[in-house]
Nanobody, 128 residues
């Protein structure tokens, strides 16, 4: 069972990146997938979540209107499209899931404690 985030890189402020979260060893379409990020010296914070049963999505205020999470069950992959990037978006980005839970916790999806399968992160650096 593995999750792997990829697609990070260096981009100028205002630019875009698309991150991918690929799953292996389990069918991702039955699980909610959360995106998190961790900047140097800061705690890991939730960014977004996408449910599996109805595709409902959740975003923290700081990324609303700029980030979009989608899923392609045929490819066993979830994507995070990040537009209008800002220097404060610089962080290592992770995807994660909670075993046996198909939908995001509507009130607390952004809390890392709920998630027990984590992928390796991908670095996103936004220059000013």
């Amino acid at each position: 069972v593995q999750l792997q985030a990829s697609g990070g890189g260096l981009v100028q402020a205002g630019g875009s990146l698309r991150l991918s979260c690929a799953a292996s060893g389990f069918p991702l379409d039955y699980y909610a997938i959360g995106w998190f990020r961790q900047a140097p010296g800061k705690e890991r914070e939730g960014v977004s979540c996408i449910s599996s049963s109805d595709g409902r999505t959740f975003y923290v205020d700081s990324v609303k209107g700029r980030f979009t999470v989608t899923r392609d069950n045929a490819k066993n992959t979830v994507y995070l499209q990040m537009n209008s990037l800002r220097p404060e978006d610089t962080a290592v980005y992770y995807c994660a899931t909670e075993r046996g839970v198909p939908d995001c916790r509507s009130g607390t999806y952004y809390r890392p404690i709920h998630y027990d399968w984590w992928g390796q992160g991908t670095q996103v650096t936004v220059s000013s």
